[in-house]
C-alpha cells in the first residue's frame, strides 16, 4: 500500500462556529456534531478565535481511491503506530483515509511503517 506524505504543518483545533473558516482553503477536514465543530487545517490558516487548538502536527493518506469493501485498512496502520507508541488523529474522506502523527513523531513513523511493509511516494 502506497502513503503519501504531506509537506505542512497541521492543526487540529475546536470552534465557536462555521464561519470561522476559510472555505477557500485548499486543505482542511471539518467535523461538526451536536456538542462541537472540529477543524484540522495548515496551522497557517487556522482561525484565530478558537475555544482550543493543538498544533504540531504532520500528516499522510493512502494513496488512490479506497473501496468501501476494504477492511481493516485504517486498522492495521493505526495498529502499527500503537506498537511503535505513536499516537494518531484519523479523518476519513470519501476516497481515502488521512493519519495524523505529532510533528515530532513523523520520522519514526515513517521508518515502521517502511518497516511493516508499506511504501511512501516522494
Known sequence: MKLKKFDFDLTVCKLGG????DLADDFYF???TDEEISLVCKTENTPENT???DDGWRGFRIEGE??????GI???LSSVLADNN?????VSTYNTDYILVKKEK????VKALTQAGYEFLE
Do not use: Q
Not at 462555521?18 to 473558516?21: D, Y
Not at 479506497?66 to 477492511?71: A, E, P, V, Y
Open 86 to 90: 505513536i499516537g494518531i488523529f484519523a
Open 18 to 21: 462555521v464561519n470561522e473558516i
Open 106 to 109: 513523523l520520522n519514526e513513523a
Open 30 to 32: 471539518v467535523g461538526r
Open 51 to 53: 475555544i482550543s487548538r
Open 66 to 71: 479506497l473501496d468501501f469493501s476494504l477492511i
Open 74 to 76: 485504517l486498522s492495521k
